[in-house]
Structure formats: structure tokens, C-alpha cells
């Protein structure tokens, strides 16, 4: 059976706080040959790959292409920070606490503005497309900008003193966005970098993809210390969330965690499937599988990506073989993503039937 896709929520926007005074300066040279660059630890308090996921990268294509600092598409035209998202907005309400990435003082912060989608509010108000947001300046003309936050949550006020690890904030929702994430940027003498090469955003030339999206290593210049760097392996591909739900799913309601973490029951008359990822690359094939407390297989589906997108969510349903309630006890989802003949992913989650 072919799996129906939904392939929108992807999309979000940073824009730095104005800073008084600001001006255009000539390009940057590379980071490592300008004195006093910070160096950068994890911005949010979450185990990257697992509880959140870089969604976004710095685009490394200075033209109206897109394109990662791994060669992958992890990305869009334009875009100047990286995304460090969460899997729903239930986690969102939960609170992940966003980080300082390294010592310095607070100069500039927002807050109280709501955090909504942009598919519902329609957008943010011109210059405040960052939504709430933090600013903390390095010294040495360096600062870092942490936006999309929650409202309420920021715990900083301009002045204050701030060392790697100290808490900012919370991942949110506010600005121009559709999915919870903490937009992380870092720039020098006004110029926006990319953290894991070092080099200014947009300009240059791309990278030269001798090697397979997403293989390439982490560059030589990057700016994150080697505790982060062993942290943010790159992964071109994703599973976000999967499971049952007792109805035919919704994307809607899995990105509202609306589908994790609670039993269903068994007499619901039918069992929808449903998995998001990230990262899908155009022919990539993704499969889910149902397997009940017997250990037999009660389905099996397979969709393909029809083009290279941000995000993907895949339902399906489940009928009952026959009359009655469904056996109790343990039913597994196995979702397995495969690019060509490479297997991308195969992960598996629980979900308890009583």
C-alpha cells in the first residue's frame, strides 16, 4: 500500500535584533585568523539526534541555490543560522532550556511575543521576524543571537553576566516560523557566520561536494569546541516522532504531541500509523511497520519521496483482522527510511495497547 505524505511545516526565518548604530563593514576573513573567537558549546539543553535535531543549517551557497556545509539540503536559499529544533510543540511546552554557547554579557533582549505559527498567525510584523530573542556580545566584536524563544521564558535582562551553559531561555515558537526551535546565530564585526566552517554566510563560494551528501566531516574551522563537535554529527536524515494513534492520523495533531506517550485503547475500531522525518531526499523510500504482541507482522507500508524536502510526515491505518477488541499488550512501529540501496534509518517505537 502506498503511505499518503504530508510535506509542509519546514519553515523559519532569523533576523539579528538591530544593534545601534550598525553598518555594512568589508567581508570577513575566515574565523580562524580573527583574534578572539569565541569558542562554542551546545546552545540548548537536549540530547542532539534524540529529544531535538539540527533541522537547519547555514546556507553555504552564495547564489539562489541551497546547500549545507556537508553538501546536503538541510537548508534553504538564504537562511544565516542554525536550527535547533524540537520534535512537538508538546516538548515545547515542557520547556527546553536554550544556553549561553559561551561567556559574555547580555545586550540586547525581547520578549512577549506569542508564540504561534506562522500558519496561523500569518507571520510576524517587519524587524521582529526573530521573535523573542537573546543577544549576548563575546567581546572582540562578537556576539551570539538565540531567537524564536518562548515567551515568558527568558530568565536574562541586558547587563547581566552570562558563562557557557548558563541558561537564556526556553525553545519556542515566536517570529517567523512553523515548528518549535531555538534559531542559534553568531556574527563578527556584523558579519553572520556559519559555525561549522567559520567563514561569513553567503559569500565565497559553495562547498565542493566530492563526497556523498552529508559525509563530509566537520571543517577545520568550525567554531564549536570538541565536546559540541562530537555532539553534532551531521545527520542528513531524521526520524522525529512515530507511533499509533486510534484514529486515521493527523499531522496536525502528532505535532502537537497529540499521539506520545499514552496507551490506547483496545477496542479503538482502527489503528493509524504515522511517522515524521526530516531530511527526505526526492526517490527515498520509507516504510512502516506494524507488529503486534505475538510478534506477527499485522502491516506493512511503503511510500517514496516525491522531492527533496525539509519534512515529511507518512499515515496509514490498520484495520482489525477480526471482530472484537485488539490483542493488549505491546505493539512496535518500525520506520525505515532507505536512499537507494543504503539503508538511511531504522528506528522502532512502542506504543501499549489495554
Given at each position: 500500500m502506498r503511505v499518503p505524505v504530508d510535506y509542509r511545516w519546514g519553515f523559519a526565518a532569523l533576523v539579528f535584533l538591530p544593534a545601534a548604530g550598525a553598518a555594512q563593514s568589508p567581508a570577513a576573513p575566515p574565523a580562524a585568523l580573527l583574534p578572539g573567537a569565541p569558542v562554542l558549546e551546545l546552545p540548548v539543553r537536549c540530547r542532539i539526534g534524540a529529544e531535538c535535531f539540527v533541522q537547519n543549517y547555514v546556507d553555504a551557497d552564495p547564489g539562489p541555490g541551497m546547500q549545507d556545509f556537508a553538501c546536503g539540503r538541510l537548508t534553504y536559499d538564504g537562511h544565516k543560522g542554525t536550527d535547533f529544533r524540537l520534535p512537538d510543540l508538546e516538548a515545547m511546552r515542557r520547556g527546553v532550556a536554550v544556553v549561553a554557547a559561551a561567556p559574555g554579557t547580555v545586550t540586547r533582549v525581547r520578549d512577549g511575543m506569542e508564540d504561534v505559527s506562522i500558519r496561523q498567525s500569518g507571520g510576524a510584523p517587519a524587524g521582529r521576524e526573530a521573535g523573542n530573542a537573546v543577544v549576548v556580545d563575546h567581546g572582540n566584536g562578537w556576539e551570539t543571537q538565540y531567537s524564536h524563544l518562548k515567551r515568558g521564558s527568558i530568565a536574562v535582562r541586558p547587563g547581566d553576566r552570562v558563562e557557557a551553559g548558563t541558561p537564556l531561555a526556553e525553545v519556542g515558537l515566536s517570529?517567523?516560523?512553523?515548528?518549535?526551535?531555538?534559531?542559534?546565530?553568531?556574527?563578527?564585526?556584523?558579519?553572520?557566520?556559519?559555525?561549522?566552517?567559520?567563514?561569513?554566510?553567503?559569500?565565497?563560494?559553495?562547498?565542493?561536494?566530492?563526497?556523498?551528501?552529508?559525509?563530509?566531516?566537520?571543517?577545520?574551522?568550525?567554531?564549536?569546541?570538541?565536546?559540541?563537535?562530537?555532539?553534532?554529527?551531521?545527520?542528513?536524515?531524521?526520524?522525529?516522532?512515530?507511533?499509533?494513534?486510534?484514529?486515521?492520523?493527523?499531522?496536525?495533531?502528532?505535532?502537537?504531541?497529540?499521539?506520545?506517550?499514552?496507551?490506547?485503547?483496545?477496542?479503538?475500531?482502527?489503528?493509524?500509523?504515522?511517522?515524521?522525518?526530516?531530511?527526505?531526499?526526492?526517490?527515498?523510500?520509507?516504510?512502516?511497520?506494524?507488529?503486534?504482541?505475538d510478534g506477527r507482522r499485522l502491516s506493512r507500508n511503503e511510500g517514496a519521496v516525491p522531492r527533496p524536502l525539509a519534512v515529511l510526515f507518512f499515515g496509514t491505518e490498520v484495520k482489525k483482522p477480526v471482530p472484537g477488541s485488539w490483542p493488549p499488550g505491546p505493539y512496535r512501529v518500525t520506520v525505515t527510511l532507505r536512499h537507494g540501496d543504503e539503508t538511511v534509518l531504522r528506528e522502532e517505537r512502542r506504543v501499549d495497547l489495554r
Open positions: 517570529g517567523n516560523t512553523e515548528f518549535p526551535h531555538v534559531d542559534f546565530g553568531i556574527r563578527h564585526d556584523g558579519h553572520t557566520l556559519d559555525p561549522y566552517t567559520g567563514k561569513e554566510a553567503g559569500t565565497g563560494e559553495a562547498p565542493a561536494c566530492a563526497v556523498d551528501q552529508g559525509k563530509a566531516p566537520m571543517p577545520s574551522g568550525t567554531l564549536w569546541s570538541d565536546a559540541a563537535r562530537r555532539k553534532l554529527a551531521y545527520r542528513p536524515s531524521a526520524l522525529l516522532g512515530a507511533g499509533l494513534a486510534p484514529e486515521a492520523p493527523k499531522a496536525e495533531v502528532a505535532r502537537d504531541g497529540g499521539y506520545g506517550g499514552k496507551p490506547l485503547p483496545a477496542d479503538a475500531p482502527t489503528l493509524g500509523v504515522w511517522a515524521e522525518l526530516m531530511g527526505g531526499r526526492k526517490g527515498d523510500r520509507v516504510t512502516l511497520e506494524v507488529t503486534g504482541p
